[in-house]
């Protein structure tokens, strides 16, 4: 399985703020796990050996200035933490990012110290923060929440009151876990509370990534073929375990590789409002079977990459596949009618995933694979080779 991406920018994160050296072995390099090395330079000492990066925290630069590119995330963390930096930090951002939501946390940090908004950047005057207490949206962004759970852990501590349905929950629980690796005292109930006093573990691995290994998984079980897909499994992606067994495929997992073999045969009916990345592989999942699958709690699907339910549909439309959006879930009954179809990326690296599945399960092409490089940029090479190593 490739790195985990999410897991990955959570590690080094926690690294550049704790005290003593930390080792993360095993990072691809994404063009998000780069953003975030760009995003932690100014605190920290970085040195690369092959995919280790090896991590201590030094004293902060007083002027500091940095792209995140599209990377979500790091943008949100590297706002709402810089916001407890002393000193004044640039935060450029750009293509799809321009149009992705911000302005609720940057509301939230303005009650906190000095932040500016500007076409393609966010300036921040960072200052010493003591304790503090605060409500962010968490209909919007999980990010938000933990950008300020890493502000807090990187000072006095916090209290974070989420308001709103919870999305994206389990990457909330993601943070915490890191943190908590590291030894602040975090806790998720009504509010979320965090203090820090973050100290290196010494060495961590990044865990593997089935959100994104899924998608040869789905295209070996969709036709005929199996697949081994090695490495440890997160709490993040387990579920997608579950859900193709569900439907069908014999999928196992014996704590060192997912095995998939097998047939999709039935439909299913999920809600992915906790995992949102899953949807995706689901969906195509969904699409080869002659049956009625309903994929819950997609709504805020809209806020991605791209607008991930008119892409995701688009993909399957493609396809031949009978697919609705209505009562904020996808409606979907294959099998596809469809082969030799021309796919689109749409500039979204998940989507340009399931865009390649798609392509290995129907035959055809992707307009664009240059947005897979945003999380997995090795991808294409095991989709050109069926995996064979």
């Not at 998984?217 to 997608?240: C, F, I, P, S, W």
Request: charged share 25%; proline share 4%.
């Amino acid at each position: 399985m490739p790195p985990s991406k999410p897991m990955a920018q959570r590690l080094l994160l926690a690294s550049a703020l704790a005290e003593g050296e930390t080792v993360v072995r095993g990072v691809e390099w994404s063009d998000d796990a780069v953003a975030m090395l760009r995003a932690i330079q100014p605190i920290s000492v970085l040195r690369v050996r092959g995919s280790d990066v090896v991590v201590s925290r030094r004293e902060p630069d007083f002027f500091r200035a940095f792209s995140v590119g599209e990377s979500g995330f790091t943008l949100r963390t590297a706002v709402a933490l810089y916001a407890g930096v002393p000193g004044v930090t640039a935060v450029y951002f750009g293509g799809t990012l321009r149009g992705r939501p911000i302005d609720d946390l940057i509301a939230v940090l303005r009650k906190l110290t000095e932040v500016v908004k500007l076409p393609g950047a966010v300036v921040i005057r960072g200052r010493r923060l003591g304790r503090f207490r605060v409500e962010v949206r968490a209909d919007v962004s999980s990010q938000y929440i933990s950008g300020l759970m890493f502000l807090a852990a990187a000072g006095e501590g916090g209290v974070i009151t989420p308001v709103g349905e919870r999305k994206s929950w389990s990457f909330v629980e993601a943070t915490a876990d890191v943190l908590r690796l590291f030894g602040a005292k975090v806790e998720l109930g009504d509010v979320v509370a965090v203090d820090g006093g973050l100290r290196s573990p010494g060495e961590v691995d990044v865990p593997g990534d089935f959100s994104l290994a899924s998608y040869l998984a789905v295209a070996a079980v969709a036709t005929g073929g199996e697949v081994e897909l090695t490495g440890h499994l997160t709490k993040l992606d387990a579920t997608l375990v579950d859900i193709f067994r569900a439907m069908g495929a014999d999928v196992s997992y014996d704590g060192h590789a997912v095995k998939a073999r097998g047939a999709f045969a039935k439909g299913v009916e999920v809600d992915l409002g906790g995992n949102p990345d899953l949807v995706m592989p689901v969906a195509l999942a969904a699409a080869v079977v002659d049956d009625v699958s309903i994929i819950r709690g997609v709504e805020h699907l809209r806020f991605k990459e791209s607008d991930r339910i008119a892409t995701v549909a688009d993909v399957l439309e493609r396809l031949g596949v009978d697919v609705q959006y209505r009562d904020g879930a996808l409606h979907i009954r294959g099998p596809p009618r469809r082969r030799g179809v021309e796919f689109k990326s749409h500039g979204d690296h998940r989507i340009g995933l399931m865009a390649l599945a798609a392509s290995r399960i129907v035959g055809g092409c992707v307009d664009d694979i240059g947005p897979v490089a945003k999380s997995w940029p090795s991808a294409v090479l095991y989709f050109a080779t069926g995996g064979n190593q």
